[in-house]
């Protein structure tokens, strides 16, 4: 009765096809009510639907609604802050340690800008063309297989992403039980000896399901939450970070910090430990492996090599490409100027928020910070637990958003993945809840593979950092210049009045 009540549900959302055998939402119609949310959902279940279109309808390329969608200029905001916002700020201090605190501050501005150039890019071509998802854009500008290549890009991107979400939660979800048995009384129990456990039953019991939901809009209150644990998760950093007297800071957890080729450094007696707040003898740091080097302050970075494995950190940190265009096109009166005011507003609040983070985030710890930042604070603070907590609630809801985008594309038959729609017999019931049985195979591998990368691969900075060297360069960088550059030379006149209104 509780699958053929949703299945009703579903049903007032879609209209009446030949025959009264139900068509596809448009993605727009879906995505009105959430951008981020509804997008993906929408075009998921677009791919289970289009079988009923005729063949040459697979080629047709949908357009934004003149007038736009329903959304809010805030709600699109949160829908940005929520796409970008999250496992990439976490790696800014460790970038900060790898190309040194004034380098990184350099150039997490310059790709700041970059980015913003780069959605402006994406504006004027999502205007001109009047389009409703990257793929689109690609499409309408470099051809139709662009839509294959462009789609397949931002799916191994959102694959890419799902993995380092689920590295994040290996480690947090460990330290959320350390905090109530500090003392590992119960130290025999399976998550201490082997703690990957907890993250296959938070992905079983939580992750998995919620995967397998044909509609995300349940989730939709999740943009605002995640913008607001990000936000939160600065503040804890900030807060514990060894301040002296509330004004100053003592560099590396106190002491004389040593700058980068320098023989100064922290005397012993301050690794005598801390209590979680940061009160121990003389302002002491978190304990260190026997044997461990002190961190020093690295105004600058010792090679060249610790450059190229900081960058696409930042670029993935900086990644609002592969949303941005829905977010845009189901924003209400989507004109030019209130593109623009969203893209500066949204990359303003991220670049504030990441300055924070990076600066006191590795001020605090130097060079012995780990590639999530969250991993060096105590384990017995409250306020870093709900960091904690709050970090892991919005990882659970952010990774079925990644699985329903990659198999979004998988299953949809014009993106040439040679998958076939559904037949018409599994429709309605279950399956318009839970989708398909071929939903369930791609889904159920999806978060099968996703699941045994993360309890394979543990560092967290190598996974972002391939994740953004292939797929956020050609999301940021590459393709919109090249579709912008192909736009100029085909209409030239659009190009201009898109951008220069």
Request: charged share 10%.
């Amino acid at each position: 009765n509780s699958c053929l009540s949703r299945s009703g549900a579903h049903g007032t959302r879609t209209r009446r096809s030949r025959a009264g055998e139900m068509a596809p939402m448009h993605p727009e119609q879906v995505a009105a009510t959430e951008p981020l949310l509804g997008s993906a959902s929408a075009a998921a279940a677009t791919s289970d639907n289009e079988g009923d279109e005729e063949r040459g309808a697979n080629n047709r390329t949908p357009t934004a609604p003149t007038a736009g969608g329903a959304a809010s200029l805030g709600a699109s905001l949160a829908n940005i802050l929520i796409s970008v916002l999250g496992a990439g700020q976490l790696t800014l201090p460790y970038v900060m340690g790898q190309c040194g605190l004034v380098l990184g501050i350099l150039l997490l501005v310059l790709f700041a800008g970059v980015a913003v150039y780069s959605s402006e890019l994406l504006r004027a071509l999502a205007t001109a063309t009047k389009s409703a998802t990257y793929g689109d854009v690609m499409a309408k500008t470099l051809g139709p297989q662009w839509r294959g290549w462009s789609n397949g890009i931002v799916s191994l991107y959102a694959f890419g992403t799902a993995v380092s979400f689920m590295i994040i939660m290996v480690e947090e979800l460990h330290r959320i039980v350390d905090f109530f048995d500090p003392k590992q009384v119960h130290a025999s129990v399976p998550w201490e000896e082997n703690k990957r456990l907890l993250l296959v039953v938070v992905t079983v019991t939580i992750v998995y399901p919620l995967s397998l939901l044909r509609d995300l809009r349940a989730l939709r209150f999740t943009s605002t939450f995640g913008a607001v644990a990000a936000v939160y998760m600065t503040a804890v950093v900030w807060v514990y970070a060894p301040w002296r007297g509330g004004h100053t800071m003592d560099v590396c957890h106190g002491g004389e910090a040593g700058t980068a080729g320098s023989e100064s450094s922290i005397g012993s007696d301050s690794w005598s430990g801390f209590d979680g707040r940061w009160v121990g003898t003389g302002g002491s740091a978190p304990p260190q492996p026997p044997g461990a080097a002190p961190p020093r302050l690295r105004l600058w970075p010792e090679s060249a090599a610790s450059i190229s494995a900081a960058i696409p950190l930042l670029s993935f940190a900086l990644n609002s490409g592969w949303a941005f265009v829905p977010i845009y096109s189901t924003m209400r009166n989507p004109t030019p100027r209130r593109g623009s005011v969203l893209i500066g507003w949204a990359h303003a609040v991220i670049l504030v928020n990441y300055l924070a983070m990076a600066s006191v985030g590795y001020l605090s710890f130097c060079d012995g910070v780990m590639d999530n930042v969250v991993d060096s604070l105590p384990t017995t603070a409250v306020p870093v637990l709900i960091a904690r907590v709050a970090l892991v609630l919005q990882l659970c809801c952010g990774l079925p958003l990644r699985f329903h985008v990659t198999a979004g594309v998988l299953l949809r038959p014009g993106s040439g993945s040679g998958v076939e729609a559904p037949e018409r017999s599994e429709r309605g019931g279950c399956a318009a809840l839970f989708g398909s049985w071929r939903w369930i195979v791609v889904q159920t591998g999806l978060v099968s593979l996703s699941l045994l990368c993360a309890c394979t691969v543990t560092e967290l900075h190598i996974v972002i950092g391939l994740t953004a060297a292939i797929c956020a360069s050609c999301i940021i960088y590459i393709f919109p210049g090249l579709a912008y550059y192909q736009l100029v030379n085909a209409k030239p006149s659009a190009a201009v009045a898109a951008v220069g209104a």
